[in-house]
């Protein structure tokens, strides 16, 4: 199983942000897709996730400016960041867990100053 992900980038406070990742290979249709990040110096946190049936968890400090969605027919998920914040900036990693087996994409920085 591959994850790849993107849109990661610089932005302003306030500004929008749209992350997709997509995996790829054998993949039991029974998985949850997510996102989660990592400052320097912190621990990765868990920022939002979503299973297959639709079922999603945000993190407290993203809830009604970050939306998770998915297609389940290419297991791709997306992370549409809105009012971003400078706590915001991060790594980004997709993770895809599925059988017991949790799946990394390669992080893609999100940066947010001025």
């Known amino acids: 199983v591959q994850l790849q992900a993107s849109g990661g980038g610089l932005v302003q406070p306030g500004g929008s942000l749209r992350l997709s990742c997509e995996a790829s290979g054998s993949i039991s249709r029974n998985n949850i897709m997510g996102w989660y990040r990592q400052a320097p110096g912190k621990q990765r946190e868990l920022v939002a996730t979503i299973s297959r049936f639709g079922i999603i968890k945000y993190l407290e400090s993203v809830k009604g400016r970050f939306t998770i969605s998915r297609v389940n027919a290419g297991n791709t998920v997306y992370l549409q960041m809105n009012n971003l914040k400078p706590e915001d900036t991060a790594a980004y990693y997709c993770?895809?867990?599925?059988?017991?087996?949790?799946?990394w994409g390669q992080g893609t920085q999100v940066t947010v100053s001025s």
């Open positions: 993770k895809l867990a599925a059988g017991g087996i949790d799946y």
